[in-house]
């Protein structure tokens, strides 16, 4: 995708996602059905093929409607970490935490994950039959889609609770009809078992740019803490430490114009001239080449301490504007990172605070802390157990500002009803809104509350 449809594809969202999924001319568009609907285009048939769906199924992470933009920037927006500050109306919905069961930008998002997930199943499916491929090839590749399976099923339950366990090619319209929610638990513990699945396959212990080991056990603690299984996020995050990983020693070599690979990456999302994001272009000012079409908050500016090395990185003005300036690639070429070893640290120590191991707790946090230039934060005898719960999701805001994680964190730790009264907006709104095209093609996919 070129910097140029990038452009346009921020301004006509709907229209050019129906046309990418079906293939066909605008006079289609109405009928066209949801992304759960994807049919295979590619027959696996040999080495070189079965590649390319493999490939293919990246290649859905790069969607602008996914990790290329959307999914990222919202995860922020809705939150207390940015604000509408361009010409979206669905954007400004989402600032205000007003969304509509049609909102296009949304609707995108859901369409773009469940494409991704799709794309894993047609890999799954296929991989039986692929006897010219060896084993270890084999296994890797189904390894791969059910880690990429799994991240879909989490990134859509982090925004809309229950949702559709897809796990099986969903090849017409029909198909798609017969998609039905289900309740939180059964899709945590299909991701779970999709990661099991996972680490059973796969080979590569670290593959920065690809599914690995290391990737797998990082999202089973990411997934572990959105399930308050406390135990089993410190497990899995311990996993982790024992690879090796790192904390860089400079905060801004993690963002660099073409994602340059560090030893904190474990699993980065690659981009190119060809492929391109649109985090740094829609964050930038016009007179730095970008839109700005969203902004820092006061809010968050201020909860930077003034010595903070972030703070500098992060946030930048340009005239009377401040902007995010975490990614610096304005024509898109940067890898973004999923999911990166700062994160697995911090919810290390967010899993010993609640397991009441506070000084452990608080050496995991001040690790991070300290590389940001901060003294660390001391536990002493009497230190209230919320009061370091506090300090790691405040931490948390800080070191993972504009990655898309704000909002989620605000839900799972309960921050967003109070964030919401404050707004005076329905409370109702914490979960997004099911697209109502999706639901036009399968009635028995219920609504959240308020929409």
């Known amino acids: 995708?070129?910097?140029?449809?990038?452009?346009?594809?921020?301004?006509?969202?709907?229209?050019?996602?129906?046309?990418?999924?079906?293939?066909?001319?605008?006079?289609?568009?109405?009928?066209?059905?949801?992304?759960?609907?994807?049919?295979?285009?590619?027959?696996?048939?040999?080495?070189?093929?079965?590649?390319?769906?493999?490939?293919?199924?990246?290649?859905?992470?790069?969607?602008?409607?996914?990790?290329?933009?959307?999914?990222?920037?919202?995860?922020?927006?809705?939150?207390?970490?940015?604000?509408?500050?361009?010409?979206?109306?669905?954007y400004r919905q989402t600032d205000q935490n007003l969304l509509i069961a049609d909102n296009s930008t949304v609707a995108g998002i859901w369409r773009a994950i469940y494409a991704g997930i799709n794309n894993a199943n047609n890999v799954l499916a296929k991989m039986p039959d692929a006897s010219f491929l060896d084993a270890k090839t084999r296994n890797q590749y189904v390894g791969e889609a059910y880690f990429l399976r799994a991240l879909g099923l989490h990134n859509a339950t982090k925004f809309w609770g229950a949702v559709p366990i897809v796990t099986a090619p969903v090849a017409d319209a029909a198909e798609a009809g017969n998609v039905a929610r289900s309740d939180t638990a059964k899709v945590y513990q299909q991701i779970l078992a999709d990661l099991d699945a996972a680490e059973k396959n796969i080979t590569n212990p670290k593959q920065t740019l690809q599914a690995s080991l290391g990737a797998v056990r990082a999202l089973r603690a990411r997934v572990k803490l959105y399930r308050a299984d406390w135990a089993g996020a410190l497990a899995a995050a311990q996993s982790v430490d024992a690879m090796g990983y790192t904390l860089v020693p400079k905060y801004e070599d993690l963002f660099t114009l073409n994602g340059s690979t560090t030893a904190e990456d474990i699993f980065r999302l690659r981009f190119s001239d060809t492929d391109q994001n649109s985090e740094s272009y829609y964050y930038y000012p016009k007179a730095l080449g970008g839109r700005y079409e969203v902004a820092p908050t006061t809010d968050l500016r201020t909860s930077y301490s003034p010595n903070d090395l972030r703070f500098a990185w992060n946030i930048q003005q340009s005239g009377s504007r401040f902007f995010g300036a975490k990614f610096r690639s304005v024509s898109g070429t940067e890898h973004l990172h999923i999911i990166r070893y700062a994160e697995v640290v911090l919810i290390e120590a967010e899993a010993l605070a609640r397991l009441g191991r506070l000084p452990e707790a608080a050496a995991q946090l001040n690790k991070v802390r300290a590389r940001a230039g901060l003294a660390p934060f001391a536990v002493n005898v009497g230190t209230p157990l919320q009061a370091v719960i506090d300090a790691i999701i405040a931490e948390r805001r800080l070191e993972l500002a504009f990655e898309g994680d704000r909002w989620p964190d605000m839900v799972r730790t309960g921050m967003a009803a109070t964030f919401l009264t404050l707004k005076k907006s329905p409370l109702t709104q914490m979960l997004f809104p099911i697209p109502q095209r999706d639901r036009d093609v399968a009635p028995q996919l219920t609504q959240n509350p308020g929409y």
């Open 1 to 90: 995708m070129t910097n140029a449809t990038m452009r346009i594809r921020a301004l006509a969202p709907v229209t050019l996602l129906a046309l990418a999924a079906a293939g066909c001319s605008a006079d289609k568009i109405l009928t066209t059905p949801p992304t759960t609907v994807v049919a295979a285009q590619t027959a696996v048939t040999d080495a070189v093929s079965a590649a390319a769906a493999v490939t293919g199924m990246y290649d859905a992470l790069q969607s602008g409607s996914y990790y290329g933009t959307d999914f990222v920037i919202l995860g922020d927006l809705a939150s207390d970490n940015t604000q509408h500050s361009g010409t979206f109306s669905t």
